[in-house]
């Protein structure tokens, strides 16, 4: 089954611990992205890839850290988390990454900062 | 600056009856357009999609209109089930050839369909 799979589902951490918020895909896709949506915001993009080793920053990129080694991983990561990070985290991947493809989403990660 | 807008942040609408959802977006780069369905604990899932070449798409029970020169489209689900409930988002992005085409999201707005 095709597939984004995002791990862990839910997370409670404190400020200043490091996290990594996993992301798969098994659909052999060059694009993958991370969002966040908040309240009021809709999905914000954070960072995206258009294939392995390659990067770049989305509209809030402060704050996290990514990286892209192998084709189907795209880890999401927070070097120190604060309160402000708390929110729900959505990667999702797409064949080649234009705006005409439409993106696969995960189920999604709720992470809370305390 | 929020350049994607749905307004309403929510509807309801009986069973049987039409659900009209709307967008407006401010960037006129933009040339494609998707709408999202969202069920709780799920992620995103991509419903139904038009190009600025066109002004209407059609798939089923759901049809999408764009509007160009008001950067207004809607979605219109006719006729609106109880398993239509969800939040739906619209996107938009502008198809530059080469490059990752951001999908800049609206806020959302949850559809409630009632028996």
């Known amino acids: 089954e095709a597939q984004v799979t995002q791990n862990p589902r839910y997370l409670i951490t404190v400020t200043g611990k490091k996290l990594t918020v996993t992301c798969s895909q098994n659909?052999?896709?060059?694009?993958m992205s991370w969002y966040r949506q908040d309240p009021g915001l809709g999905l914000r993009q954070i960072y995206y890839s258009m294939n392995v080793e390659v990067t770049d920053k989305g509209d809030v990129p402060e704050g996290y850290k990514v990286s892209r080694k192998e084709k189907r991983n795209f880890p999401l990561i927070l070097e120190s988390p604060s309160p402000n990070q708390t929110s729900l985290y959505f990667c999702?991947?797409?064949?080649?990454?234009?705006?005409?493809?439409?993106?696969?989403f995960g189920d999604g990660t709720r992470l809370s900062i305390l | 600056d929020q350049q994607v807008k749905q307004n309403s942040p929510s509807l309801s609408v009986q069973e049987g009856r039409i659900s009209i959802l709307n967008c407006d977006y401010t960037?006129?780069?933009?040339?494609?357009f998707l709408w999202y369905k969202k069920y709780p604990a799920e992620g995103p899932t991509f419903l139904i999609s038009?190009?600025?070449?066109?002004d209407k798409n059609e798939d089923g029970r759901f049809t999408v209109f764009l509007n160009k020169s008001a950067k207004h489209l809607s979605l219109h689900i006719v006729p609106s089930q109880p398993g239509d409930s969800a939040v739906y988002f619209c996107a938009a992005s502008s198809t530059v050839t080469g490059t990752a085409s951001k999908l800049t999201f609206g806020t959302g707005t949850r559809l409630q369909v009632t028996l």
């Open positions: 659909m052999n896709h060059e694009y």
């Open positions: 999702a991947s797409s064949f080649m990454g234009q705006g005409n493809q439409p993106q696969h």
């Open positions: 038009i190009s600025s070449i066109k």
């Open positions: 960037n006129s780069m933009f040339d494609y």
